[in-house]
């Protein structure tokens, strides 16, 4: 069978083999912080430099780390794809975007960033989004609106995910959706394996091992992303 439209979601999972660690450890703890410490609107609010501190380690990390053998092969589908192929990434590390900058991609792709980037800071005033590469400071003046501060560009639990409507769009078209490297446990996320099987597409998992929604998919391909992906790919180039 061939495949016109693909959607494909990455997790921290994805990531992990580059050295970004992933999030849910055993001990509940998410490198290191509560979740609600560090990556929720009340938690800025309460203590901003524990926030900004914590998205600026994790923004300096990003010049100790590079795109994998999976990243790589998802830029080697995205440049000989020849129907629509959306990326949604749950990651707010750039290593995708790193690897399709080394293989620039064919015109029907495109990648988004569905809980933000860290490589960008936000004004809490006017909603304006820039690059940012450096440290924030704990009340950084925004350049854009004399009220504002600029936040890391990061969706926090109880912000609404980027982009949905395109994502929700691409969802209704495609036939093959394929999940890499994910542990299924947060929303919306986690549920757009559902709305690709009410779209009749066929669902493929890429995971270490199987994750909390592994009954959803058809197929399920487990161990590590920089073996499982690249050979996913070259099955589906060669179809
Ligand atoms: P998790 O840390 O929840 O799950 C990572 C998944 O990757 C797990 O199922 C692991 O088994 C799998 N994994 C680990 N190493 C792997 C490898 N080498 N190859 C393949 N799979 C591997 O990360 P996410 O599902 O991405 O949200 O977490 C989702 C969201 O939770 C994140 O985007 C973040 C967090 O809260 C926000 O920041 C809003």
Request: proline letters at 6%; hydrophobic letters at 40%; one cysteine or more.
């Given at each position: 069978?061939?495949?016109?439209?693909?959607?494909?979601?990455?997790?921290?999972?994805?990531?992990?083999?580059?050295?970004?660690?992933?999030?849910?450890?055993?001990?509940?703890?998410?490198?290191?912080?509560?979740?609600?410490?560090?990556?929720?609107?009340?938690?800025?609010?309460?203590?901003?430099?524990?926030?900004?501190?914590?998205?600026?380690?994790?923004?300096?990390?990003l010049g100790e780390v590079q795109?994998?053998?999976?990243?790589?092969?998802?830029?080697?589908?995205?440049?000989?794809?020849?129907?629509?192929?959306?990326?949604?990434?749950?990651?707010?590390?750039?290593?995708?975007?790193?690897?399709?900058?080394?293989?620039?991609?064919?015109?029907?792709?495109?990648?988004?960033?569905?809980?933000?980037?860290?490589?960008?800071?936000?004004?809490?005033?006017?909603?304006?989004?820039?690059?940012?590469?450096?440290?924030?400071?704990?009340?950084?003046?925004?350049?854009?609106?004399?009220?504002?501060?600029?936040?890391?560009?990061?969706?926090?639990?109880?912000?609404?995910?980027?982009?949905?409507?395109?994502?929700?769009?691409?969802?209704?078209?495609?036939?093959?959706?394929?999940?890499?490297?994910?542990?299924?446990?947060?929303?919306?996320?986690?549920?757009?394996?559902?709305?690709?099987?009410?779209?009749?597409?066929?669902?493929?998992?890429?995971?270490?091992?199987?994750?909390?929604?592994?009954?959803?998919?058809?197929?399920?391909?487990?161990?590590?992303?920089?073996?499982?992906?690249?050979?996913?790919?070259?099955r589906l180039l060669q179809r």
């Amino acid at each position: 069978m061939t495949y016109n439209s693909l959607v494909i979601l990455t997790g921290a999972g994805i990531s992990a083999e580059s050295g970004v660690p992933t999030f849910r450890a055993d001990d509940g703890l998410w490198m290191g912080h509560r979740i609600e410490d560090v990556a929720t609107p009340e938690a800025y609010a309460r203590d901003p430099a524990l926030v900004q501190d914590f998205y600026n380690k994790r923004r300096r990390q990003l010049g100790e780390v590079q795109p994998n053998a999976a990243h790589r092969a998802l830029a080697e589908l995205a440049a000989r794809w020849k129907g629509d192929f959306l990326l949604v990434t749950q990651n707010v590390d750039d290593l995708h975007d790193r690897a399709h900058a080394e293989t620039p991609p064919a015109t029907g792709f495109s990648l988004i960033h569905m809980h933000g980037e860290l490589l960008k800071a936000r004004c809490t005033a006017s909603g304006r989004v820039c690059d940012w590469v450096e440290d924030l400071d704990v009340r950084h003046d925004s350049p854009f609106h004399p009220d504002g501060w600029l936040r890391p560009h990061i969706v926090w639990f109880g912000e609404m995910p980027l982009a949905m409507h395109v994502i929700d769009a691409a969802l209704e078209r495609c036939d093959l959706f394929v999940s890499i490297g994910t542990s299924g446990a947060v929303y919306p996320a986690a549920g757009l394996v559902q709305q690709a099987r009410r779209a009749g597409a066929r669902t493929v998992e890429i995971n270490l091992e199987p994750s909390q929604g592994a009954r959803q998919f058809d197929e399920g391909l487990y161990g590590p992303a920089t073996e499982r992906v690249p050979e996913f790919v070259e099955r589906l180039l060669q179809r």
